[in-house]
């Protein structure tokens, strides 16, 4: 009885992460990126906040972070960042505590010259 009561509170306990995960993602807002034009995101969240945090990383070296507010429903858009061309990945973002963040979803996206 013990181990069956025990099974379930470790079921039940892993189930909330993905539950609360289903409803984040982000997008890319402009779908052809350049070096030019810029790249913004579109992000919505299900948790009750007022901002998430966006961080952008390229396998040229460049690396950024910028903060999306978010409406009463948790979409939010960011601002422009400008990544040179090559391959990047953004991800949402919680901020956790200096240096940690909790990713909620990413996107991989490359910028043309």
Same mark, same amino acid.
């Given at each position: 009885?013990? !181990?069956? *009561? *025990?099974?379930?509170?470790?079921?039940? =306990? *892993?189930?909330? #992460? $993905?539950?609360?995960? =289903?409803?984040?993602?982000?997008? *890319?807002?402009?779908?052809?990126?350049? +070096?030019?034009?810029?790249?913004?995101?579109? +992000?919505?969240?299900?948790?009750?906040? /007022?901002? /998430?945090?966006?961080?952008?990383?390229? /396998?040229?070296?460049?690396?950024?972070?910028?903060?999306?507010?978010? /409406?009463?429903?948790? =979409?939010? @858009?960011?601002?422009? +960042?400008? #990544?040179? =061309?090559?391959?990047?990945?953004?991800? !949402?973002?919680?901020?956790?505590?200096?240096?940690?963040?909790?990713? !909620?979803?990413?996107?991989?996206? @490359? $910028?043309?010259?």
């Amino acid at each position: 009885m013990r !181990l069956a *009561l *025990l099974g379930a509170i470790a079921a039940a =306990a *892993l189930a909330v #992460p $993905v539950a609360n995960a =289903a409803g984040n993602s982000i997008v *890319l807002g402009s779908p052809s990126p350049t +070096v030019a034009s810029g790249v913004f995101f579109k +992000v919505t969240t299900s948790g009750n906040r /007022d901002f /998430d945090e966006i961080g952008v990383v390229c /396998d040229n070296g460049y690396s950024t972070r910028i903060t999306a507010a978010l /409406d009463t429903r948790g =979409a939010g @858009t960011s601002g422009i +960042v400008h #990544p040179p =061309a090559g391959s990047c990945t953004a991800t !949402l973002e919680i901020p956790k505590s200096i240096g940690r963040v909790h990713v !909620l979803a990413s996107v991989d996206f @490359t $910028v043309a010259p």
